[in-house]
């Protein structure tokens, strides 16, 4: 794939696990004695009477048992809270950012320690944000004009062939969407990306939306549901951090019932959206597709 094969595209808004067992002589021999296997049979079960209770599990390489376990509780704790009270301070584009040259210094000393002694590329940062950017445009195409959608880009399905063209293998998790689902993952993602309502009008067209793709929650509250679509689809925020907050919205509500369509495009936007957070970058997979959604409800109006 490369940018030129797609479309033109529309401009973009800001075990189970067996045993099994050989018989041996000895063990035939037993099973054709019957006193001797009911000697045995008494040994061992006087032997597990004696035998010491199993320890306690601890944590490896803990000296003692439930005090080691809090404190490295205690200790997680206290580490998330000190992350999250970094991230609320600074903002978490900017902490990608100073990632990002950390990583950036990294690779420029790489490729030049490797220049003399290797022939294989390392790719800048810039480029592999490139690549992933157009990735995510194939799939938000893919959601609307291809026949089936796949919902496992992860990065062993992701290759880098020669003459920098991209590889995407493996299309073993797919799912044809119906004109139906596509009309509403496609308003979802427009009423994700609609940026110029308050937020109260906006967060109850994106509940309607979200319910409308055929999810069903236990209380049908609007306010899980939209932020719920967020968590989806959208850039990630310190709030995610926020265990109070989280503990709050999910006990609020629960999803019942979640259309395979719409957990297959939620599952691609999470791995997408990861892989370029592993570079520092922080992008919305709505208005990654939401050209692509506007561009395909307008060749299907809907029929009133």
Request: proline share 7%; with cysteine; net charge neutral.
């Amino acid at each position: 794939l490369a940018a030129n094969d797609l479309p033109e595209s529309p401009p973009s808004p800001s075990s189970s696990s067996a045993t099994s067992s050989a018989a041996t002589p000895a063990t035939l021999a037993d099973a054709a004695t019957p006193t001797t296997t009911a000697t045995a049979a008494t040994t061992t079960s006087t032997a597990a009477a004696d035998a010491p209770p199993p320890p306690t599990p601890r944590l490896p390489g803990a000296p003692g048992g439930r005090k080691t376990q809090d404190l490295v509780v205690n200790s997680n704790s206290r580490l998330l809270g000190a992350v999250r009270w970094v991230l609320s301070f600074i903002g978490l584009d900017f902490s990608l950012r100073v990632f990002g040259w950390l990583a950036e210094t990294k690779l420029w000393l790489q490729r030049l320690v490797t220049r003399k002694s290797s022939t294989d590329r390392i790719f800048s940062k810039s480029e592999l944000q490139e690549i992933l950017h157009l990735v995510l445009e194939v799939h938000g195409f893919e959601l609307f004009f291809s026949p089936y959608f796949n919902g496992d880009p992860h990065p062993g399905n992701i290759l880098m062939m020669e003459g920098d063209r991209i590889g995407l293998i493996d299309f073993g998790q797919c799912v044809a969407l119906s004109e139906q689902d596509k009309r509403g993952v496609a308003e979802l993602l427009l009423a994700l990306t609609d940026d110029k309502a308050d937020r109260k009008a906006a967060d109850a067209r994106i509940a309607k939306a979200f319910f409308d793709t055929g999810i069903r929650t236990k209380n049908s509250d609007p306010d899980f549901a939209a932020a719920l679509a967020k968590l989806m689809f959208c850039r990630l925020t310190a709030d995610v951090l926020d265990r109070q907050k989280m503990h709050a919205l999910f006990t609020s509500d629960k999803v019942d019932y979640f259309p395979m369509h719409v957990m297959m495009a939620y599952r691609t936007s999470m791995l997408l959206r990861g892989l370029c957070l592993v570079l520092q970058e922080n992008v919305s997979t709505a208005h990654a597709w939401a050209p692509w959604a506007e561009k395909w409800l307008k060749a299907h109006p809907a029929i009133e």
